[in-house]
């Protein structure tokens, strides 16, 4: 399949994200369903309809549970879960738009910083100088909520970044999993999952009362979710991490740009207190993650020039 096709689903991916974190917020202030109501009601029936196309539409088996894959998948559905749960609720505390701004520079800070600690990669100086970029942002952003009184950081502040951190660590087991499995498998057992356990926590601590329309409007949206975690492991597998996430980084300013786009239709969802920080600090996060993802492709081609040298020599 060409470059061209695989970045436009990417791109299809990223605006999923953007809309999906509007449609959280939408159908909160709208249809008043809580947003918890929101991922527990929408995750399990996306998942469920993934694992449905995937086996018998597509007619692929489903393998990761014959070898030890279940035991990663198992660990990045908590993880997932997790983040999942936090990311929800920061929504419905301090707006899509704010909660994306700060969620995915981090998440990429992360990602990097994991594979340092736990994979002993080295960085090059121009990834460290991008990561430096990203955090300069994502500082600049978490001041968006800037009053008379001073920044104000909150809980939902709090959880966007926590939420960033378990899902940069479910992220790291999703990219060997889809090395060795069908990622469209995997997203569908990911969801499935995750939406279970939150449907648990739910209905244990906090029954939601929804209506037929409720149902309806969580099984529409549930095709924006699958839409957005389904293609973006598939993008990972096709054009690897780098690229996507250069891609997906513009949902955090996407996200915005939608919000204000409601404005004039007297919508009123949560924008960052300070907007032209919060876009400043998105705009240099975005600039860091490129300058950081850049850095990586030039070591994966260097990588791969050596190999092929190797290859020749033992060849001749």
Not at 85 to 112: H, N, Q, Y
Request: proline share 3%; net charge neutral; glycine share 8%.
């Amino acid at each position: 399949m060409s470059r061209i096709t695989n970045n436009w689903v990417t791109l299809i991916s990223t605006a999923a994200f953007s809309i999906e974190a509007v449609l959280v917020e939408l159908l909160y202030v709208m249809a008043s369903i809580p947003t918890l109501a929101i991922a527990a009601g929408s995750m399990p029936i996306a998942g469920a309809m993934v694992l449905i196309i995937n086996g018998f539409v597509f007619r692929n088996k489903f393998t990761i549970f014959k070898g030890n894959g279940w035991k990663m998948l198992i660990v990045g559905g908590a993880l997932f879960t997790a983040a999942d749960f936090m990311w929800f609720d920061s929504v419905d505390r301090i707006g899509s738009g704010k909660t994306m701004l700060l969620t995915i520079p981090a998440e990429e800070v992360f990602i990097v910083l994991l594979a340092i600690v736990f994979l002993a990669e080295r960085m090059l100086k121009l990834q460290l100088v991008g990561i430096g970029v990203a955090i300069v942002g994502f500082t600049i952003s978490a001041a968006s909520n800037v009053s008379g009184n001073g920044v104000h950081f909150q809980i939902g502040d709090l959880e966007a970044i926590l939420s960033a951190t378990f899902n940069a660590l479910a992220i790291t087991l999703f990219a060997k999993l889809i090395v060795r499995y069908n990622p469209t498998e995997v997203s569908g057992w990911i969801m499935l999952i995750s939406g279970l356990v939150i449907n648990a926590i739910q209905y244990t601590f906090y029954p939601p009362h929804l209506s037929v329309i409720d149902w309806l409007y969580l099984i529409g949206f549930s095709f924006i979710a699958l839409a957005a975690f389904t293609l973006y492991n598939v993008s990972m597998k096709r054009i690897g991490s780098s690229m996507t996430s250069i891609i997906t980084s513009t949902s955090l300013i996407l996200t915005v740009v939608i919000q204000l786009a409601m404005v004039p239709f007297g919508i009123a969802l949560t924008l960052p207190s300070n907007l032209a920080l919060a876009l400043l600090g998105g705009g240099i996060s975005v600039a860091g993650i490129c300058i950081s993802s850049k850095a990586e492709q030039k070591r994966e081609k260097t990588e791969e020039k050596i190999k092929d040298k190797n290859m020749e020599v033992i060849t001749n």
